[in-house]
């Protein structure tokens, strides 16, 4: 079940609120510019997928998002807790950056956590399978999706370079609780 944690901004952060239902996530994030939703998903596809194959799973609805919003790249992103690139790509999503494009991401199976900075608040969104989630231009974030990933996401952007960071040199993502591999207890 995904999870909204609103978070102020702070050396502790102070948790403000959590939301669990989807329609009040989607408000909340509304306020901040960022597009949430939830979507069907093909039960079928597991971490660890071959992108190909996610790749023709969502033809159709790829197809659709690539003519509503103009996007030149979608990529998938599977990692499984198996995967010797883990830690190296955990590293890099965990810096705090933005994008000069939006970022719109579509999480197929499995789940990761979105941290976006806004107004002096911190929003911790776990995403799970069925999460769509779009974060504006310019918009300070960062990911992480555990030290035992398992997820498939469909990334898509309009520039033809895909995912590209400008990194903020804030070491803020120390500060915030790191994800939990899935299925462990949440603290």
């Known amino acids: 079940m995904s999870l909204l944690t609103v978070y102020a901004d702070g050396d502790p ?10 329609e009040a996530i989607a408000a909340e994030l509304a306020k901040i510019d960022v597009d949430y939703r939830v979507w069907p998903v093909d039960a079928g596809i597991q971490a ?9 799973a969502y033809a159709e609805p790829i197809a659709r998002l690539r003519e509503e919003y103009g996007f030149g790249s979608v990529d998938v992103v599977s ?11 955990r590293q890099k999503f965990l810096q705090e950056h933005t994008h000069a494009d939006f970022e719109m991401r579509f999480f197929v199976a499995g789940g990761g ?8 608040q911190v929003y911790v969104l776990l995403c ?24 498939v996401a469909l990334r898509f952007f309009t520039r033809e370079d895909g995912w590209v960071a400008e ?8 500060r915030y609780p ?9 603290g």
């Open 113 to 120: 956590q979105f941290y976006i900075r806004s107004g002096g």
């Open 79 to 89: 990692l499984d807790p198996d995967n010797p690139a883990r830690e190296q790509a």
């Open 128 to 151: 799970m399978a069925g999460d769509l989630i779009s974060v504006p231009a310019g918009t300070t974030h960062w990911f992480d999706m555990s030290e035992r990933p398992s997820f």
């Open 13 to 22: 952060p102070a948790a403000l609120r959590e939301l669990r239902d989807p």
């Open 167 to 174: 990194f903020t040199g804030d070491r803020i993502a120390e």
């Open 48 to 56: 660890g997928a071959a992108p190909e194959a996610v790749l023709e």
């Open 178 to 186: 790191a994800m939990q591999p899935l299925g462990e207890a949440r």
